[in-house]
DNA sequence: GCCGTTTTCGGCCCGACTGTTTTCAGTCG
């Protein structure tokens, strides 16, 4: 049950953030605090009782003497005494409206400690009876703005997939691009991060500073603008027609574009942790750039470069910049190389009108040909359990490895390559017998059902067959309509470097699966990965770039991906675990 | 509550925009 856990833990940490934040004044120091160890908690590859265990936990970043008793407590009984005392003393259920737009610690108190109010029933009421007018500092513009806060609040609990959201940039950018005055324009915030779902659109434009007024007036007039809820100089924030998502635009000078780009793709974290590097060392960074701390001098910002050359630490990609470790590498100058699209030589995981895929073999093969520069690609249909699928049975796999041989022999190459998505079946045996996996060039072993139990076990055993070379989807989860199922990771990564068998990464946006924080867990481990399509059409085989992106987030290198490796490397790894890793 | 290339105490990223003020606090990214 390795991430609920964690997740629980994390959850009860931003809450205390939250009661903290609620109580401001110097409060508020303890609630950063208690925002950073739950970001931290958050994103640990193991399980938080490991680090109990081993008494590691005050080596983790953020975590001191305090936190780390609580989390020793949450360990042992699933609750922190603190904060369920502190729930008492605060309007705790209005807590959760601190996230929302229009509402802060301040206003929260005052409509609290002045009116009672202490449920979202309750406020709405209030505000509907006009009773929060006739508090001072309350005017008519800022009842109106919680007014669109809680409606907002109600309807934008999910998030965009990257895909969308690029897409949705890009038309945004079009637009930046043709104003005039517009020097350069580019997506920022975690669109550049490739965060696998997105909240708001950043997006950022350089320009003369005599244009940024004009820049801004005529942004607001894009046909896209709903609504403006912010406009400045320097910032304007808009609701975009019809997604209802917020763009966000900063106007930088030529100058101040590196540092400006680099204020705005965040994370909030990693500036947080640079900025006050900086701090410590004598410097000011800002999105206008960094500067002498004591004598204010401009010393660089044009380019992204600048911050980091001049704190004496090195570039590293977007990718990377979520505070969880880059820092420390950076400054000591080993951001790794990242892998690229351009380093993968073929695709693992597709299907075609042999199982649930929408177009042939030979199909398949002609478009990827054309479109991608792989050299191999494995076609992988689906086994008879699934039956929703319309999955081979061992005879028609045997059939299709024919075919695969025939369509390589027309086209005089080997570039086709056999093999199977086998189901791993309640009790980890595989729906297919050794004899036929055997026959096939890669195998991809994956779960279709039971996604409500604890799967640990299954991908285990799934793992010793020798036939297996790599676990597909490995978490089963969907984005937005199906939680990961209960799973081990940290046993799974384990048992996968032992037995020498490959982890997934699914690019289907809606999968992404292997997530960032498993990859660089597995990269850790030694486990090698392979980036997949796990395509159906043909427009499928063009997620690849997301995978790619979830390998990067994961700080993975072109080593880490079997995929980036020749065929014949391939099938070495194949056959190391075939002959029993010798 | 955390943390240390000035510090084990006293800081804690930094700046823009809004609203309701009348010089600024609150909020946001």
């Known amino acids: 049950m390795s991430h609920s856990g964690n997740k ?9 953030s939250a009661v903290y934040t609620y109580l401001g004044g110097t409060e508020r120091f303890r609630a950063a605090a208690y925002r950073k160890a739950a970001k931290v908690v958050e994103a640990l590859p193991d399980d938080i009782a490991i680090y109990c265990k081993k008494g590691t936990l005050r080596r983790l970043p953020g975590i001191g003497e305090s936190i780390a008793q609580k989390i020793e407590e949450f360990n042992k009984s699933g609750k922190i005494g603190k904060l369920e005392a502190l729930k008492k003393q605060v309007p705790y259920e209005l807590l959760d409206l601190l996230s929302v737009s229009g509402f802060g610690p301040e206003s929260l108190r005052r409509l609290h400690e002045e009116l009672g109010i202490s449920t979202h029933v309750h406020l709405e009421q209030a505000i509907k009876q006009g009773k929060i007018s006739q508090l001072p500092g309350f005017g008519k513009q800022k009842i109106e703005n919680m007014l669109r806060g809680l409606k907002l609040f109600k309807d934008t ?20 691009t043709k104003i005039p005055g517009v020097l350069q324009a580019a997506v920022a915030g975690s669109i ?12 950022i434009v350089s320009c003369h500073s005599k244009d940024r007024a004009k820049i801004a007036a005529q942004f607001v007039k894009e046909p896209f603008v709903e609504r403006v809820i912010v406009k400045g100089i320097t910032k304007v924030s808009v609701i975009h027609r019809p997604s ?4 966000d635009l900063r106007i930088m000078r030529e100058n101040e574009w590196g540092s400006g780009l680099h204020y705005f793709t965040g994370s909030r974290e990693h500036n947080i942790h640079l900025r006050s590097l900086a701090s410590s060392r004598g410097y000011r960074i800002s999105e206008y750039g960094i500067f002498n701390r004591r004598s204010g001098k401009w010393l660089g910002g044009k380019t992204e470069d600048d911050i980091y050359r001049i704190l004496g630490m090195s570039l590293m990609p977007p990718e990377m910049r979520e505070d969880h470790g880059e820092i420390e590498l950076s400054i000591k100058h080993e951001i790794p190389e990242l892998v690229d699209m351009k380093d993968l030589r073929g695709d693992m995981h597709m299907h075609s009108t042999w199982s649930d895929g929408m177009n042939t073999p030979e199909q398949m093969t002609s478009y990827i040909q054309k479109h991608f520069r792989y050299d191999y690609t494995v076609l992988s249909d689906h086994s ?11 005879k028609q796999v ?44 890669w195998v991809t072993a994956s779960i279709h059902r039971g996604f409500t139990k604890d799967n640990t076990e299954r991908l285990l055993k799934a793992c010793e067959n020798r036939y297996v070379c790599c676990i597909g989807h490995p978490t089963g989860r969907l984005i937005g309509s199906r939680a990961a199922y209960p799973l081990n990771m940290d046993e799974l990564i384990r048992k996968a470097a032992l037995t020498g068998t490959a982890l997934e990464i699914n690019a289907q946006p809606r999968r992404l699966d292997l997530k960032d924080e498993h990859i660089r867990s597995a990269v ?3 486990v090698k990965l392979v980036i997949t399509t796990d395509a159906h059409t043909y427009a499928d085989l063009h997620n690849m770039e997301f995978g790619i992106y979830m390998a990067r987030r994961g700080w993975c290198t072109k080593n880490d991906i079997l995929n980036t490796q020749s065929w014949k490397e391939i099938e070495h790894f194949r056959d190391k675990k075939r002959n029993g890793n010798k």
């Open 398 to 441: 045997l059939k299709q490895i024919e075919k695969v041989r025939a369509i390589n022999r027309n086209a005089g190459n080997q570039f086709l390559k056999t093999g199977i998505e086998v189901d791993i079946l309640m009790n980890g045996e595989l729906d297919m017998p050794d004899e036929i996996l055997a026959q096939l060039d």
């Open 384 to 394: 008879p359990a699934s039956v929703i699928t319309h999955g081979m049975n061992a």
């Open 192 to 203: 550049r991060r490739r965060k696998e779902t997105i909240g708001d659109i950043d997006v």
């Open 157 to 176: 609990a999910n998030r965009m997939l990257l895909p969308d959201a690029m897409a949705l940039a890009d038309q945004v950018i079009a637009s930046l």
């Open 524 to 526: 850790q481990a030694g």
């Open 244 to 247: 209802n998502r917020q763009i």
């Open 8 to 16: 629980q833990l994390s959850r009860y940490l931003s809450d205390l």
